[in-house]
C-alpha cells in the first residue's frame, strides 16, 4: 500500500507534469509574470468552463470575498449573514470591512448553512448572506434566492470548497457552484479541488457593472494606469499559478469524479455503522439515506469526506489515527460564535445546537485525486475497530 496522504499533490502533479513544467517555463521565457497571457487565457478558459460571464482573478480566496462585498458597495454597520460552522476567512472579511457578521447555524445533515436560521436573523439592517458551500457540497440554494429576493439582500457564495460541483434547482435546471449568487468567490489554494501551487483565487459574476467594479479594486482601483476611480487593493494571480491551473482545469471533472468515487467507497464501508453517520447529499428528490452517494451525484464534489462519530469516540479515533500514521483533519474544533475575534454577547448558545454537537463529532478522511481502495479499505477497517 502506498504512503497515506491527507492530499496526495505529487502524485497528481506527476500525471500532469510534462504539461504543467512546460507551462512554467513558457512564462519564464516570457518573462509575462503579472497580468501575462496566461492569467487571460485562464480567465477565459474558467468563464467557459462555468459558463459565467466574468471571471476576475486575484490573488487568494480570501481576497476574494472582501473584494466581492466591496464590490456590492456595503458599508460599515451593514449586516451579513454566514453560517457558523466554517473556516475563519469567512467572517473575517466581514469584519475587516467594519461590516456586522451575524453568525447562524447549519443544517444537521449537510453541514451547510440552516435556512430557516438565516430567516430568523434577517433584520432591516441585513444587506447579505453568505452560504458557504462547505466540504464540497452546494447549499440549498433555491431557499437561500427565494429569501435574498424576498428581502431584496446580496448573495454571495464562498465557493473556496465546492469549484466544479452542480446545483440542480426545483425546476431540474443545473448551474455551477459559485455563479448562482450576486457574485462568487473561490480560492486555489493547493489542496483545493482546483489548486495551484502557491495562493490564488477568483470572483465570478454575471453582473458586468459589478465585474467592472471589481475588475478595479483588485488593481490599486486603477482602470488607466495612474487613475484611481476607487478604493482599491493589490490582489492578482500571477502568469505562474494561472499556467497551472490552466493545466489543471480540463481535468477537473475527472478529479472531482475521484473525489466521488473514493466517497461512495468510504460510504460503502462505514455506512452500517450504527455509530457513524457518513456524508449526506442535498437534493429535492426523495432518496434512500444509504444511496445518498450516487452515480448521479454532482451537487457533492468532495473537497473533504467528513464523518460525525456518535458514541463519543471522535477523540479515541483521533488518537488512533495518531498513532497508525493514519492523516485525518478535524474541521473545525471551535465555532466561531466561540472564537474570541468574533465573539458577540448577542449569541446565544441555544441557537447553535447542530455546531456545537457538529465539533464534538466530526472528523476528516484522506481525500484526494490518487486515493486507491486498498488504502480506503484499510482507513474504515482501523476507523471500525475504535468506533464499534
Do not use: W
Not at 59 to 85: H, S, W, Y
Not at 251 to 258: F, Q, R, S
Request: contains cysteine; hydrophobic residues 40%.
Amino acid at each position: 500500500m502506498k504512503k497515506l496522504q491527507m492530499v496526495d499533490l505529487k502524485g497528481q502533479y506527476e500525471k500532469i507534469k510534462g504539461q504543467v513544467d512546460q507551462s512554467i517555463m513558457d512564462v519564464v521565457n516570457s518573462t509575462a509574470y503579472i497580468n501575462g497571457p496566461e492569467v487571460h487565457g485562464f480567465q477565459k478558459d474558467l468563464e467557459e468552463y462555468l459558463e459565467v460571464k466574468h471571471v476576475i482573478p486575484c490573488a487568494n480566496g480570501t481576497d476574494a470575498l472582501q473584494i466581492a462585498m466591496m464590490g456590492l458597495g456595503l458599508q460599515p454597520g451593514d449586516e451579513v449573514i454566514t453560517a457558523d460552522f466554517t473556516f475563519a476567512a469567512t467572517v473575517e472579511v466581514i469584519a475587516l470591512l467594519n461590516l456586522t457578521p451575524v453568525l447562524v447555524d447549519v443544517d444537521p445533515k449537510t453541514y451547510n448553512i440552516d435556512v430557516d436560521a438565516i430567516e430568523k436573523a434577517i433584520t432591516p439592517k441585513t444587506k447579505a448572506i453568505v452560504p458557504v458551500h462547505l466540504f464540497g457540497q452546494v447549499a440549498n440554494m433555491d431557499a437561500i434566492m427565494d429569501l435574498a429576493k424576498q428581502h431584496n439582500l446580496f448573495v454571495i457564495e464562498d465557493n473556496a470548497q465546492a469549484i466544479g460541483a452542480d446545483y440542480t434547482f426545483k425546476n431540474g435546471k443545473k448551474q455551477k457552484a459559485g455563479t448562482i449568487g450576486d457574485v462568487g468567490a473561490t480560492s486555489f489554494f493547493p489542496s483545493k479541488n482546483l489548486g495551484c501551487y502557491g495562493d490564488g483565487g477568483a470572483i465570478f459574476t454575471n453582473n458586468d457593472d459589478l465585474a467592472h467594479t471589481i475588475r478595479g479594486i483588485v488593481n490599486h482601483g486603477m482602470y488607466e494606469r495612474y487613475h484611481h476611480d476607487v478604493v482599491g487593493v493589490n490582489s492578482r494571480l500571477d502568469s505562474i499559478q494561472a499556467a497551472v491551473l490552466r493545466a489543471k482545469l480540463p481535468n477537473l471533472d475527472m478529479y472531482n469524479a475521484a473525489r466521488q468515487h473514493a466517497a461512495r467507497k468510504y460510504s460503502e464501508a462505514l455506512s452500517k455503522s450504527e455509530n457513524i453517520i457518513t456524508p449526506t447529499t442535498f437534493t429535492h428528490k426523495k432518496c434512500d439515506v444509504k444511496c445518498s452517494i450516487c452515480d448521479t451525484c454532482d451537487c457533492h464534489v468532495f473537497h473533504q469526506y467528513t464523518l460525525r462519530i456518535t458514541n463519543g469516540k471522535r477523540d479515541d479515533l483521533v488518537k488512533h489515527f495518531q498513532e497508525k500514521g493514519i492523516p485525518h483533519g478535524v474541521y473545525y474544533p471551535i465555532p466561531l460564535h466561540l472564537q474570541k475575534a468574533y465573539a458577540d454577547k448577542r449569541y446565544n448558545e441555544a441557537n447553535f445546537t447542530v455546531t456545537n454537537q457538529l465539533v464534538k463529532e466530526v472528523i476528516s478522511l484522506p481525500m484526494h485525486t490518487e486515493l486507491e481502495e486498498d488504502q480506503i479499505e484499510y482507513i474504515t477497517t482501523e476507523i471500525l475497530k475504535i468506533v464499534d
